[in-house]
């Protein structure tokens, strides 16, 4: 079975720095892999995705992850984070056959500091 | 029409109530999801429907009852639930059914509170 780890359950970020998510995950194949924020009582909004080809990939809000097949790793970066980016972030991946559901991780929340 | 959308936005009900969430698409998508989501922790997948089909019902008590009247469109009947069903419930939807090059997208949640 398919599994997500965010090892972080909370990171805390002054304004105006890097950032760096992490996200591990299970699976036998190289899953669809996905990052979802989500702010205080809202839904969950699709940040990026990947399915295949360029490992680097590009979302909306300045985020970029990165897919690491031998880390098994699909970290998300923003190079410099705003105060509004204060929020859950979720992880998540789905087997690529078959129809298989989406495997969440158990969420990095961000704080922003001024 | 890009969205998802989701009423009502708060509920509050008895345990003796019978209620419905609605969840809405105009995207064409042909799979719909719903979402449990408690505090702090991430959405746990309910029922999915592909093609206006039940695919998947992971095994949800009986007093939750989905139903699909047209692929728009996602109903979450709700019958004599408990104070441990308060929570946050997530419609989502993906354009090509469930399996594939497909992502989903979420709605804005129902806030539900059961007395």
């Known amino acids: 079975a398919q599994s997500v780890t965010q090892p972080d359950i909370h990171i805390t970020v002054s304004e105006g720095a890097s950032l760096e998510l992490r996200c591990n995950y299970s699976y036998g194949a190289t899953p669809y892999l996905f990052w979802y924020v989500q702010s205080p009582g809202q839904g969950l909004q699709l940040l990026l995705k990947?399915?295949?080809?360029?490992?680097l990939v590009q979302g909306i809000k300045g985020f970029e992850a990165e897919f690491k097949r031998s880390q098994s790793s699909f970290n998300l970066r923003k190079p410099s984070v705003h105060w509004s980016d204060a929020a859950e972030y979720f992880c998540?991946?789905?087997?690529?056959?078959?129809?298989?559901?989406?495997?969440f991780g158990t969420g990095t929340r961000l704080t922003i500091i001024p | 029409d890009t969205e998802v959308t989701q009423t009502p936005k708060h509920l509050v009900m008895g345990m003796t109530n019978k209620k419905s969430l609605k969840c809405e698409q105009h995207m064409g998508h042909r799979a719909m999801y719903w979402y449990k989501q408690k505090a702090k922790k991430p959405p746990e997948l309910m029922f999915v429907y592909s093609y206006e089909k039940l695919s998947i019902n992971e095994s949800v008590p009986s007093r939750f009852s989905p139903e699909c009247p047209n692929s728009s469109l996602l109903n979450l009947h709700l019958h004599a639930l408990q104070p441990e069903d308060s929570a946050l419930y997530l419609c989502?939807?993906?354009?090509?059914?469930?399996?594939?090059?497909?992502?989903?997208?979420f709605g804005p949640g129902t806030r539900l509170t059961v007395l």
């Open positions: 998540s991946c789905r087997s690529n056959f078959g129809n298989e559901k989406l495997t």
């Open positions: 990947y399915f295949s080809g360029d490992t």
């Open positions: 989502a939807s993906s354009p090509r059914g469930t399996s594939g090059y497909n992502e989903q997208f």
